[in-house]
């Protein structure tokens, strides 16, 4: 297998390769090179309908399947899957969170100028919708600091329901931040299949990345709305026993079916697996 040639980025401390290899796909020729560019920037995802968006995963974890460590999942991964997940943003209308990625970490919905230059070029926002979905929106104070809150370079929208409190729900639109109210399901928490539903219906979204974070993604997948999933794998241990999974708790013994697998491998060796893959039905 050939080994990506670094360019001139990574000796100066980005760790960027020009190339991926592409060691499987469903359809296509395989083995060979994939420049980190055109990797994911270049994907021809489906197109959902008004009730139900194509709904996309996008996760990291460490080798031994940890998904936080230390609190936080973006230092899992190295730059090139910062690259590639910035890559997946560009296909999607809006970008999916649970409330505990932005109380615990943050929300930033950005992809690269490039890519921002051809969503502008197709008459979409540069950026994708960044939405937080929460049953109560209840945040501590120091959550209205994050750059969800502060930055000005995407839209925002929080989706909630009526168990949310009026003071509550004003001060997040205080803050900038439009809140909408969406059905909660028979256990009283926020239903998954209404907020695809209104961000189909009210917002024109018809693929719908979601980038966690385990626990959401146990309601998404326990209502049959993953679509495919991309997930990196670092070649890395968590070293952190009870940390979340990609999914935080049981969704059922779910078989997956492999569409496509890259790595970045440099003369060290392989740095990175990306797999990108959906369940078999």
Not at 15 to 29: A, K
Not at 94 to 108: C, F, K, M
Not at 174 to 202: H, K, N, T, W, Y
Request: hydrophobic share 40%.
């Amino acid at each position: 297998m050939a080994t990506p040639v670094l360019n001139p980025s990574a000796a100066s401390g980005s760790g960027l390769p020009e190339h991926l290899d592409l060691v499987y796909h469903e359809s296509e020729p395989y083995p060979r090179r994939v420049p980190l560019r055109a990797a994911y920037a270049d994907l021809r995802l489906p197109e959902g309908t008004p009730g139900r968006p194509f709904c996309y995963l996008n996760m990291v974890q460490t080798f031994d399947g940890a998904a936080v460590v230390e609190g936080t999942a973006f230092t899992i991964g190295g730059d090139a899957d910062h690259h590639l997940f910035r890559q997946l943003r560009v296909h999607a209308g809006a970008v999916l969170y649970g409330a505990g990625t932005l109380i615990h970490d943050d929300v930033i919905v950005t992809t690269h100028p490039y890519l921002q230059e051809r969503r502008a070029g197709q008459g979409v926002p540069p950026n994708p919708l960044a939405v937080v979905a929460s049953t109560a929106c209840d945040f501590p104070d120091e959550v209205f600091q994050r750059k969800f809150f502060t930055r000005t370079d995407f839209g925002k929208l929080m989706l909630t329901t009526a168990q949310a409190s009026d003071a509550r729900i004003e001060k997040i639109r205080a803050a900038g931040v439009p809140v909408e109210i969406v059905a909660a399901g028979d256990d009283g928490r926020l239903d998954v299949r209404a907020v695809l539903r209104r961000l189909g219906e009210a917002h024109g979204v018809r693929r719908l990345l979601c980038e966690g974070g385990p626990r959401f993604n146990v309601a998404l997948a326990n209502a049959g709305l993953i679509d495919e999933l991309f997930v990196t794998t670092a070649l890395r241990a968590g070293m952190e026993p009870d940390a979340p999974r990609l999914f935080a708790s049981s969704i059922g013994d779910r078989r997956l079916q492999v569409i496509s697998e890259l790595r970045y491998q440099t003369s060290a060796g392989v740095q990175e697996y990306y797999f990108r893959l959906r369940f078999v039905v």
